[in-house]
């Protein structure tokens, strides 16, 4: 009996703990890792963060001229590994955690780009996105980022590898026979 | 849409019914990660019992069935007893990416899918885990309380008309 008036004591003392949720939003504390949002005008379409994802919550599918980006909250365990590694911060972690629905369509997001031909073989290869911004961090470098790099930029990669062996074909005859 | 209505239709019955919505936990092959917030749901801080919400020992009494865990190979059995044994009607959440559409384990050999792979769902509760928050929002929004706060988004980017970079 004792006992319990004793913890009667402490509970008066204490007071109500409950937390009146519903009605109030808690406060969240700093740093918590909520749903991560996709900026549809920022992301550029590279797929890093589809590659590192560990639960396959992003992934990519590429299909001739489009490029498809699906982010299934259903599947996220909010890591963090994509804010990481997204080059241009297009995704970000929010503190938004009340992600509830009563669909599961409701938990997806899909994002679609255009992508682009190859100009050497005509096959589609990266977005154009992509394109326009190795060519922003390239034109930093001037001269050196002459015609014939930009040209082997909107190559698709085993065509640049065939142009690069051209170019080191062609430096090798000029040095050995002189042209 | 349709998923709305007849979620909204069996509130009504267990409305009908006259008692408060009690449920039954079912963990089938989970980590044990949203078993844990579920207690902490119940515990004063929370308190998920000022809705009503009980929790009991066999799914005979329980009007929700509450999923966690990615549905496997060996607990298909086990689930598929326990949603044949709660009464109709019956409202099924999901708790948890794995209950949501498998998880982590998504891909595992042993493993169905989600909840959903097997017995009709009515409310997705992602998280790894979700936090007591999330669970008692998720909840509130099957049992018609609260409004959904989440949509599902869509971004194309327009055709280009022969635009070269």
Known sequence: MSGIL?????????????????????PTPEGLRGRPVLDFDACIGCGACAKTCPPNA????????VWTL???????????????????DAIKLSDEFELASTTKKDL??????????????????????VL????????????????????MATQ???????????????????????? | ???????????????????????????????????IEVVDTLTPYFDVERFGVKVVSSPKHADILLLTGPVTR????????AYEATPDPKIVVAIGNCACGGGIFHDSFTVIGGADAVIPTDAYIPGCPPRPEALIYGLLLALGKVEQKIARKEYREDDLNGHTV
């Open chain 1, 58 to 65: 992003l992934t990519v599918e590429e299909k001739e001229k």
């Open chain 2, 74 to 81: 060996q607990s298909l059995k086990t689930l598929k007893n």
């Open chain 1, 6 to 26: 004793k913890l009667l004591r402490v509970a008066i003392k204490r007071g109500r703990v409950t937390l009146n949720y519903p009605v109030e939003m808690t």
């Open chain 2, 1 to 35: 849409m349709e998923a709305d209505s007849k979620l909204k239709e069996k509130l009504k019955q267990i409305r009908e019914r006259g008692n408060s919505p009690w449920v039954f936990p079912v963990n089938t092959g989970g980590c044990n990660g949203c078993d």
């Open chain 1, 156 to 179: 698709c990669p085993d065509c640049r590898r065939k142009a690069w062996s051209e170019v080191l074909a062609e430096a090798y005859r000029e040095a050995r026979y002189g042209s």
């Open chain 1, 70 to 88: 699906r982010l299934f909250y259903g599947r996220c365990i909010m890591c963090g590994v994509c804010e990481e590694v997204c080059p241009v």
């Open chain 1, 108 to 129: 997806e997001v899909e994002l679609q780009l255009l992508r682009v031909k190859c100009e050497r073989c005509g096959t589609y290869f990266t977005t154009r996105r």
């Open chain 1, 132 to 151: 326009e911004e190795t060519a922003e961090e390239f034109s930093e470098l001037g001269d050196v980022y002459d015609e014939e790099l930009r040209g």
